[in-house]
């Protein structure tokens, strides 16, 4: 292999190593992101459970005392 071929070899790895480390970057930047947003969606998810045992469902009826539709 001459010499020139090897130097446009190696450019061309160290082309594709930077985009690959571009790449990467934008894939954990990405990440972070949606790990933040599954934390809140979590916290989120906790607060709804907490404040429906504290209303202890007293606005939800049982089925069989609710009335048939009007359609019936």
């Known amino acids: 292999m001459s010499g020139e071929r090897v130097e446009e070899r190696f450019v061309e790895m160290e082309m594709k190593l930077a985009y690959q480390d571009h790449?990467?970057?934008e894939l954990n930047s990405t990440i972070l992101?949606?790990?933040n947003r599954v934390d809140f969606l979590e916290r989120e998810v906790k607060l709804?459970?907490?404040?429906?045992?504290?209303?202890?469902g007293s606005h939800i009826r049982d089925l069989s005392e609710e009335s048939p539709p009007p359609h019936y």
């Not at 709804?48 to 202890?56: D, F, Q, Y």
């Open 23 to 25: 790449t990467v970057g």
């Open 33 to 35: 992101t949606l790990v």
């Open 48 to 56: 709804l459970k907490e404040r429906l045992s504290v209303a202890g």
